[in-house]
């Protein structure tokens, strides 16, 4: 912590005597501690990559998984897959301002999702599944948990959201907006429990894949659901849902797969 105050300290007095650079400074700048703050929130980097790479005095735009748009030089993606870390995630995440792709599976990040998440109406990617086995065996408690945030649906920039593989619990958040761009949910092995919303598909014209398999999950299937004409895959196994499988179904011209086993669903299936 010492160190980043040292260290933002010398780079605000270098935008002082810049003054031309002061915009991109200040927001390189921003970027620049919202990162520093999840190597903070990092309790264990097996692979010693944040600890090493990360440093304030290499610009950010060079650190280790760091991209950044090729103008405006702000953090456009972060991608941390498969480097094992353990911490959890702190709400700056919410002040990379440019950030599109959000790629952190496979670590071990405890407690929420923060809720600034959805300050960031750039990201199309938000990918925090599928963590590997091996951490879901040897670092069980040290995954998010939590509820979702219920304002994550409202990133209309959205275009797959992976939240699969976590202790997520609570309901399914609605989805209060158009969500042209998104094509795929997947809430796969989580806890949560309550029925699907029934508005949750007005807003999702595109959506191509529906993973909400090994869930609490109760209700019916929403009818709604019929309006996602591009639907690809639906995957609702391993749920406590009942009701009858609707001959809406068979209007889905393009589905492909359908996975509903382990459910209370009665009737035929037409
Ligand atoms: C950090 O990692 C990046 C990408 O692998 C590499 O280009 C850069 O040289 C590394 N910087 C340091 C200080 O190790
Ligand atoms: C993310 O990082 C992993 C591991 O370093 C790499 O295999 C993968 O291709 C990267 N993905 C993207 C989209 O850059
Ligand atoms: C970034 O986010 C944190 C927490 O959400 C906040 O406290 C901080 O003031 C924000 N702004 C900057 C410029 O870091
Ligand atoms: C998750 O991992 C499985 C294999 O364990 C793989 O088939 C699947 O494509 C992965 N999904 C994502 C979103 O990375
Ligand atoms: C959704 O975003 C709009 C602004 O884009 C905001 O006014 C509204 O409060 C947000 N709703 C939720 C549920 O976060
Ligand atoms: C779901 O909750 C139960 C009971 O609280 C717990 O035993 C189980 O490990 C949880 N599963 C997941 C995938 O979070
Ligand atoms: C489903 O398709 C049939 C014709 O095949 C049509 O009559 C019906 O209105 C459609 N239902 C919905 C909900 O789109």
New binding site residues.
């Given amino acids: 912590m010492g160190n980043t105050f040292l260290n933002l300290s010398l780079l605000i007095i270098f935008h002082f005597y810049m003054p031309t650079f002061s915009m991109k400074l200040t927001t390189i700048l921003t970027d620049q501690s919202a990162l520093l703050a999840l190597k903070d929130h990092v309790i264990h980097d097996p692979k010693n990559v944040l600890t090493t790479n990360w440093s304030a005095s290499a610009p950010v735009c060079n650190w280790f998984g760091v991209s950044c748009g090729s103008k405006h030089r702000k953090v456009t993606a972060l991608n941390l897959t498969g480097l094992g870390l353990v911490g959890t995630l702190p709400p700056h995440i919410g002040n990379l301002s440019f950030l599109s792709f959000l790629r952190i599976r496979s670590n071990s990040f405890r407690g929420k999702l923060p809720v600034q998440l959805s300050n960031l109406h750039r990201l199309k990617i938000l990918n925090f599944g599928n963590l590997s086995k091996l951490e879901i065996l040897s670092l069980f408690e040290t995954r998010i948990s939590g509820s979702i945030p219920s304002s994550i649906f409202n990133i209309s920039s959205l275009q797959n959201i992976y939240l699969n593989n976590n202790m997520l619990s609570g309901f399914i958040p609605s989805v209060p907006r158009d969500l042209l761009l998104l094509e795929g949910i997947d809430f796969n092995f989580n806890n949560l429990s309550g029925h699907i919303p029934e508005d949750m598909f007005d807003h999702l014209p595109n959506l191509k894949e529906l993973t909400l398999s090994v869930n609490l999950l109760s209700g019916r299937i929403p009818a709604s659901l019929?309006k996602c004409k591009e639907l690809q895959k639906l995957s609702l196994s391993y749920n406590q849902m009942e009701g009858s499988l609707p001959i809406?179904i068979?209007?889905l011209s393009m589905l492909q797969h359908i996975y509903i086993g382990q459910n209370h669903f009665e009737g035929n299936i037409c």
């Fill in positions: 019929f809406e068979g209007n």
